[in-house]
Structures are given as structure tokens and as C-alpha cells.
């Protein structure tokens, strides 16, 4: 697997891959990768024979006070798992490259950004928004994968290349869970043996809530029993347990005509976990 870092490099290398008809697909991290990403570049791999990753801990999209500096950083042991994987190329900017001296510019999105992560986070998504932009222009993938384990970032990302007339075509993939239902994420490694164990309460009480709403339960009810259970399994502060249209992100207080999704971003211990679940008839 070749790795890159600079953008001259990337674009003569892609340009020429591209000349000789190769489709390419893009799989955009943050490193720290798991079986999770492992999936991204397998799914990568059945649309586009060249699959390029990245590697970027994209300082814009936390907020002071976030786990910026804490967030782990291995790419020695990155670089062998998307090797073994099957990814091609790694591109592994600096942050100097990425946002070069006098660097102004900063992506909104509106809609589906607002909600949830977005009230929870200010700002955040501007930078997700603004990153993957960069992401996609430098790489200019045919085909770009993202986890729907961040499901409201993958609505974010449509509605970005949907707008700007992006050419990529965006991809989520499924969450790739434990074998007890955790979601696969690189802050489960904030987590003490104890506190993991807890965390599986989460998807437990998604599909237990996904449950009793498709049984006619009231979805407020419902949303209620889900804060109680993670309540009572220790998580220390929940965000939102929340039933929301799964494209635009609006509220539901009932299901209806369109694909409704449950999210829910909550504390416990040292992470902030997120997880959700279609909630489908
Ligand atoms: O999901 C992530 O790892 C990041 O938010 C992304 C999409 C790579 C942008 O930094």
C-alpha cells in the first residue's frame, strides 16, 4: 500500500490511475480503525478496483474542551489493517496541508446538521462538512463510503453533495456491532472492561424502544423507557434518545410513510457514545 501525504503526490498518482479508466473509491477516517473501517474498504473494494483511504484527525470538527488530543492516534498499526484489507493508497495529510496558513474557509450545512449532534456540538458538522469537501476534491472518488454508525453525519454528507452538485456517489454502510450489540467505535477504547460491558445497554435499549414503538406503543413512552435503562446501566449523561425522519432528521412523535431511524448519544465513563436503529414496519 502506498502512502501519501502530500497533495501534488496524490493527484499525480490518482490522475494517472484515473487516465488508465480506474473507478476509485474513497474511504474517508479518522484512524484508530477497527473491524468497522475493515468493512467500509471491503464494501469499498466491490465498487471500485482502487480504493484510497484516508487518515485525518480533522481538528475542526471538535470543539475545545473535546478529546482532541486524547483521540488515539496509531497509524503504524492503521496502515497494516487497510493493507490487509485491500486499500491501495492511504492518504495521510498533515494538518498544515489539510489547512495551509491563512486557510478561511468553513462549510455549512443546514437541515439534517442542525438536530441532535448538531445542538449537541456546536460547529461540528461545519467541520465534518468542511473536511469531507476537502476530502472528496482532493481524492475525487467515484464512490465514497461512510459508516451509518454516525447516521446523522451520513445525512449531513448527502445533503453536502447533493447541494454542491458533487459528483461522488455516497454510500453508508452498516454498523458493524460486538457480539453482544455494541456499535464498533474507535472511543469504545475510552472505556474501562466494566464500563463496555454497561455500554451494551445502549443497543438494548434501541431495540427494545424500536420494539414496543412498532407494537403501538407511544413513541414518547417508549423514548422514556430507553432514558430510564441507560440511566440505570450507569451512562451519566444522555444527549437525546430521539425518533427522527432518517433523511432529514425532523422529529417524529408517530411513525409514518418515510424510513423512520431511533438515535441516541449518551455519556458513560470517559466517551460520548451514538448509536441507532431503523425503526421500520
Ligand atoms: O467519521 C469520521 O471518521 C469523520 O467524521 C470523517 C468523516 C472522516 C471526517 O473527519
Known amino acids: 500500500m502506498q502512502i501519501i501525504r502530500d497533495l501534488p503526490a496524490l493527484r499525480a498518482t490518482l490522475g494517472e490511475r484515473r487516465l488508465a479508466g480506474d473507478r ?31 487518515i485525518f484527525v480533522n481538528p475542526r470538527q471538535f470543539a475545545p474542551g473535546e478529546d482532541l488530543d486524547r483521540y488515539p492516534r496509531r497509524e503504524r498499526a492503521d496502515a497494516q489493517m487497510l493493507e490487509e484489507a485491500g486499500c491501495a493508497l492511504l492518504w495521510a495529510p498533515s494538518a ?17 446538521s442542525e438536530p441532535l449532534e448538531g445542538a449537541a456540538r456546536p460547529g461540528h458538522f461545519d467541520g465534518v462538512a468542511t473536511v469531507v469537501l ?9 464512490v465514497a463510503l461512510f459508516g451509518e454508525k454516525d447516521w446523522q ?6 445533503r453536502l453533495v447533493a447541494d454542491l452538485d458533487l459528483a461522488a456517489e455516497i454510500v453508508g454502510v452498516p454498523i458493524v456491532r460486538d457480539d453482544q450489540g455494541l456499535a464498533l467505535s474507535s472511543r469504545n477504547a475510552y472505556l474501562t472492561p466494566e464500563e463496555l460491558a454497561a455500554a451494551r445497554a445502549l443497543p438494548r435499549a434501541l431495540g427494545e424502544a424500536a420494539g414496543a414503538i412498532l407494537k403501538g406503543q407511544p413513541v414518547e413512552a417508549a423514548l422514556a423507557t430507553a ?28 411513525l409514518g410513510e418515510r424510513p423512520a ?6 455519556k458513560i465513563g470517559a466517551a460520548r457514545l451514538l448509536d441507532n436503529l431503523a425503526v421500520a414496519r
Not at 476537502?134 to 467515484?142: G, H, M, S
Not at 430510564?228 to 433523511?247: K, M, P
Not at 431511524?261 to 449518551?266: I, K, Q, T, V
Request: hydrophobic share 50%.
Open 96 to 112: 498544515d496541508t489539510m489547512y495551509p496558513q491563512g486557510f478561511a474557509t468553513s462549510v455549512t450545512v443546514g437541515g439534517p
Open 227 to 254: 432514558c430510564a435503562r441507560l440511566s440505570e446501566a450507569g451512562f451519566s449523561a444522555i444527549d437525546y434518545v430521539s425518533l427522527r425522519d432518517a433523511e432529514t432528521l425532523a422529529p417524529l412523535d408517530a
Open 153 to 158: 453525519q451520513l445525512a449531513v454528507i448527502r
Open 134 to 142: 476537502k476530502l472528496l476534491n482532493q481524492v475525487q472518488p467515484d
Open 261 to 266: 431511524r431511533l438515535l441516541a448519544a449518551a
Open 24 to 54: 476509485i473509491a474513497l474511504v474517508p477516517t479518522m484512524g484508530a480503525l477497527h473491524a468497522g473501517h475493515v468493512a467500509l474498504i471491503e464494501e469499498a473494494r466491490r465498487r471500485a478496483p482502487l480504493v484510497v483511504a484516508s
